[in-house]
T-cell receptor, first 115, second 117 residues
Framework: AQSVTQLGSHVSVSEGALVLLRCNYS??????LFWYVQYPNQGLQLLLK??????LVKGINGFEAEFKKSETSFHLTKPSAHMSDAAEYFC?????????????FGQGTTLQVKP | DTGVSQNPRHKITKRGQNVTFRCDPI?????LYWYRQTLGQGPEFLTY????????KSRLLSDRFSAERPKGSFSTLEIQRTEQGDSAMYLC???????????????FGPGTRLTVL
């Protein structure tokens, strides 16, 4: 069965530092890949998605992610962290091919940004 | 386009009671999904609708759970005889499926937090 692994349940960075959140998927066929962000007591907001076009995907709020088939990874990065980036981040996949669109989520990574 | 809305936002109930949640998707979105999220975990798929048809149900969805989308617009999720293990955030999402690839973006509502005492 398809699965998603997010390495590190908590990541702490200083304001202005590089943000790197890791995501690996298990599949022999590259799936559709997503990163969502969740602020406290809110729903999930899409940051970016990969659907077999360019391997480097740019999203909102300065985030980007690179799809690496050889590593089965889709890590999320941001060059300079802001205090407002503190939230929980979820990597998710839709196994391809799929006609249901149901998302399979990782367990999430809580990002803490220190002043 | 006002986004996906869910009501109520919070529900506290006693064990054994029935509860019903409502989700209003983005208008003209033909797909609607329900997920459940427990503390410290990612959301888990429960079920989804294409228009008014319920096309897939997770094995997480026991017989006590039922979902409907009677006119292909809003959806309800009912839990009968609630148990403490049902305490979770219930998330609804909608999407516009333009093709059969399944890569459409899902837009999430704020969720309904259920606490079963």
């Amino acid at each position: 069965a398809q699965s998603v692994t997010q390495l590190g349940s908590h990541v702490s960075v200083s304001e202005g530092a590089l943000v790197l959140l890791r995501c690996n998927y298990s599949s022999s066929v590259p799936p559709y890949l997503f990163w969502y962000v969740q602020y406290p007591n809110q729903g999930l907001q899409l940051l970016l998605k990969y659907t077999s076009a360019a391997t480097l995907v740019k999203g909102i709020n300065g985030f980007e992610a690179e799809f690496k088939k050889s590593e089965t990874s889709f890590h999320l990065t941001k060059p300079s962290a802001h205090m407002s980036d503190a939230a929980e981040y979820f990597c998710a996949v839709i196994p391809a091919p799929s006609n249901t669109g149901k998302l399979i989520f990782g367990q999430g990574t809580t990002l803490q940004v220190k002043p | 386009d006002t986004g996906v809305s869910q009501n109520p936002r919070h529900k506290i109930t006693k064990r054994g009671q029935n509860v019903t949640f409502r989700c209003d998707p983005i208008s003209e979105h033909n797909r609607l999904y329900w997920y459940r999220q427990t503390l410290g975990q990612g959301p888990e798929f429960l079920t989804y609708f294409q228009n008014e048809a319920q096309l897939e149900k997770s094995r997480l969805l026991s017989d006590r759970f039922s979902a409907e989308r009677p006119k292909g617009s809003f959806s309800t999720l009912e839990i009968q005889r609630t148990e403490q293990g049902d305490s979770a955030m219930y998330l609804c999402a909608s999407s516009l499926a333009r093709d059969s690839l399944g890569s459409d973006t899902q837009y999430f509502g704020p969720g309904t937090r259920l606490t079963v005492l």
